[in-house]
T-cell receptor, first 112, second 109 residues
Framework: DQQVKQNSPSLSVQEGRISILNCDYT??????FLWYKKYPAEGPTFLIS?????DKNEDGRFTVFLNKSAKHLSLHIVPSQPGDSAVYFC???????????FGTGTRLKVLA | SQTIHQWPATLVQPVGSPLSLECTVE??????LYWYRQAAGRGLQLLFY??????ISSEVPQNLSASRPQDRQFILSSKKLLLSDSGFYLC????????FGPGTRLTVT
């Protein structure tokens, strides 16, 4: 029972272009959403988050969009840089609970 | 600031051997602690979480167990490893969000 899905296991983008990573969830009770970035042999690091009261949150080159009706969130990276090459995980939770559910990850490769 | 340590960084173990992975947290008291596993082709799977000493909740029935003997120490164990236990094991503590340690790469041969 996958509550969080990242349907694209990999994505290649040219340097300077936009990267769009997608994430779908099934439970409308989730109200806080996060993106993590992971390099090989390292732990994931937090990138950006959004709560369900918003539909967009920006931090520099990174923007997260939330579509609650579609139960869909996306991460936009503009412009993409080679250093952005990593695996990106989306995560969801319900406020006040212990449990963060992570997606399967999307491997982004930014080509120089 | 808080720091999370895991060791060993890499481990190769034969099938049927025991396992002990350790996680310690510095800079915070009474943290909520988690064990996750990243297996090939899969996401980050929550294995165990702990809200205090001796308090462990299991998320997935499996060949593994966890213990929390001290406030800032979390241990993942197995009596007999299976090939399917191979993966990247991550310890995390819960601040405003999960903060992950550097991970342990376990290969069961």
């Amino acid at each position: 029972d996958q509550q969080v899905k990242q349907n694209s296991p990999s994505l290649s983008v040219q340097e300077g272009r936009i990267s769009i990573l997608n994430c779908d969830y099934t439970n409308s009770m989730f109200d806080y959403f996060l993106w993590y970035k992971k390099y090989p042999a390292e732990g994931p690091t937090f990138l950006i988050s959004i709560s369900s009261i918003k539909d967009k949150n920006e931090d520099g080159r990174f923007t997260v969009f939330l579509n609650k009706s579609a139960k869909h969130l996306s991460l936009h990276i503009v412009p993409s840089q080679p250093g952005d090459s990593a695996v990106y995980f989306c995560a969801v939770t319900t406020s006040g609970t212990y449990k963060y559910i992570f997606g399967t990850g999307t491997r982004l490769k930014v080509l120089a | 600031s808080q720091t999370i340590h895991q060791w060993p960084a890499t481990l190769v173990q034969p099938v049927g051997s025991p396992l002990s992975l350790e996680c310690t947290v510095e800079g915070t008291s009474n943290p909520n602690l988690y064990w996750y596993r990243q297996a090939a082709g899969r996401g980050l799977q929550l294995l165990f979480y702990s809200v205090g000493i001796g308090q462990i909740s299991s998320e997935v029935p499996q060949n593994l167990s966890a213990s929390r003997p001290q406030d800032r120490q979390f241990i993942l164990s197995s009596k007999k490893l299976l090939l399917s236990d191979s993966g990247f094991y991550l310890c995390a503590w819960m601040g405003y969000r999960p903060y992950f340690g550097p991970g342990t790469r376990l290969t069961v041969t």
